[in-house]
Structures are given as C-alpha cells and as structure tokens.
C-alpha cells in the first residue's frame, strides 16, 4: 500500500528510486562534466563578445563622424559628440565575474557630448540643453535612420537660437524622420512648420480662475495665416500670406 498497492506502481517506484540512486552515486563526476560544459560555453560566449566589441568600436568611430558633420546642418558646428564603449577588463573575465554578461554582450555603451569649443565631452543628460538636445536627437536618429512606423517622436524647443537656412535644414531632417515614423513637433518658425503634413494651433486662455490649453486642426486657410503670423508677427500681411503660401507649396 505504502507504495501504491499494484505491481505496476511498485515497479515504477522501484525504477524512480534506481534512477535517483544513480544519479547520487554519479553526482560529482556529473558535476565536473557540468563544470566542463559551463566552461566552454562562457569561452564561445566571451569569443563571440570580443567580436561584437570590436565591431562595435568600429561602428561606433563612422557613427560618430556622420553625427558631428550632420550637426553643423543644424547651427551645432563646434558640437563634438563621443560613443564610448567599457568593456570589463580581463582580470574580471578571467575571475568568473558574470555581472556583465548578457545576451548582448559585455559592453556598456554611453553617448558623450559638447556643445562648445573649450568644453570636454559630458553624458548627455548633464550636459545638452533643452534646443541643444532636441537637435541632437534629430540628428541620432536620422543617422541610425532607426525608424519605426509604430512609435511617435516628439520634439520641443528644436528651433531655439536658431533661424533662416538653419531653421529650414531643421525642418527638413525632421521631415526625413517623418518617413519612418510619426513626428510631432513645437516650433514658432515658419521654416520648419511649413513643411509639415499637418498643423495644429495650440492655445492658451484663461477662463475665471482657470487656465486652460487647447490644440485643433487648421484647414489650408488656416495654415496660411499662422504661417504668414509667424513670419510676421500680429500685422499679417499680404506679402506674408504670399510668402506663406509658397512655403506650404514648395513643402508638398
């Protein structure tokens, strides 16, 4: 009964304890051939990291090139702009520290920039203001050409210090991104909001106590008047509106 009360479940009984017998006796010569086992494979993978890192370093070099010439497109001439790749040094490998392996690797990658002359390259989160890092990122991303169709980018402050040949390249980066994926974008130049697909006028009123904010749609006429609007200011013009209408054509 103790074991279930039929020949058959007896017998399986028998075999499950013979298995488990087995593998106490075999134990550690099972453990060393694991051992072996574990050790190849960490030298496939480290074969494999090293390759990877060195592919990476070179990527990393071309990618920096082509980011610092797109940058002058876009009034950031001085900007340097830095890929640095860490990768454990061999007496961690050689120790058996697995804290920096992954599936994709050991390195650990940082973006540096600056975006003056006299100044050393700084991670960007502590050193890219608001028009500075929108820029950059318009540039990074135009250069992976990194689209995806399904995600939405958002920029602000892109067109801060900036205008004329400047404020249009920027705007023509942005469309570039746009054919790869949804693009919204707060600018008050012209240049860059006349090449659009579509517009919305953001405003801002006050009611009571309370403030409120609101985005719609414009039409083609619209569009003419705010573009004209920023060209101008509050007296639009009929030149403006000219002008703002052969932006908008020149755009599709």
């Not at 007496?91 to 990658?109: P, Y």
């Not at 004209?228 to 000219?242: N, P, S, W």
């Amino acid at each position: 009964r103790k074991y279930g009360g039929a020949i058959e479940t007896v017998l399986a009984h028998l075999q499950e304890s013979e298995e488990r017998l087995k593998n106490i006796e075999t134990f550690e010569e099972r453990k060393e051939e694991l051992k072996k086992i574990l050790a190849q494979q960490r030298e496939n993978y480290l074969i494999s990291a090293r390759e990877i890192h060195d592919k990476r370093t070179k990527a990393a070099r071309r990618f920096e090139k082509e980011v610092e010439t797109n940058l002058k497109a876009v009034a950031l001439e001085k900007a340097r702009f830095e890929v640095r790749i860490d990768a454990p040094n061999a007496a961690d490998l050689q120790s058996g520290n697995n804290r920096r392996l992954t599936a994709k690797g050991f390195n650990q990658i940082e973006f540096y920039f600056s975006a003056n002359v006299g100044e050393s390259p700084k991670p960007l989160a502590r050193v890219a203001s608001g028009g500075e890092a929108s820029r950059l990122m318009l540039i990074l991303k135009t250069t992976a050409k990194a689209g995806d169709a399904e995600k939405s980018v958002v920029f602000d402050e892109i067109d801060v210090g900036i205008g004329g040949r400047v404020a249009e390249a920027v705007g023509l980066k942005l469309k570039e991104l746009a054919r790869t994926q949804q693009v919204l974008c707060v600018t008050h130049q012209a240049q860059i909001a006349s090449l659009a697909d579509q517009h919305f006028l953001v405003e801002k009123e006050t009611v009571g106590k309370k403030t409120r904010v609101s985005a719609r749609d414009l039409n083609e006429k619209e569009k003419v008047e705010e573009i004209a609007r920023m060209l101008t200011g509050a007296q639009i013009t009929e030149t403006a509106r000219k002008h703002a209408k052969e932006m908008l054509g020149a755009a599709k």
